[in-house]
């Protein structure tokens, strides 16, 4: 949640910065969600 602020003290755009963060996070979220599909499955 403080990752912008830090950024924008760093000079650095933090639209630009933070999308590969919330890239990854949405990935990790979508394997634990289909492993966990899956395993209540089986």
């Given at each position: 949640?403080?990752?912008?602020?830090?950024?924008?003290?760093?000079?650095?755009?933090?639209?630009?910065?933070?999308?590969?963060?919330?890239?990854?996070?949405?990935?990790i979220l979508g394997v634990?969600?289909?492993?966990?599909?899956?395993?209540?499955?089986l």
């Open positions: 949640m403080t990752l912008p602020f830090i950024l924008r003290k760093l000079k650095i755009d933090p639209a630009v910065a933070s999308s590969p963060l919330v890239t990854s996070l949405a990935d634990f969600i289909y492993l966990g599909i899956a395993s209540a499955l």
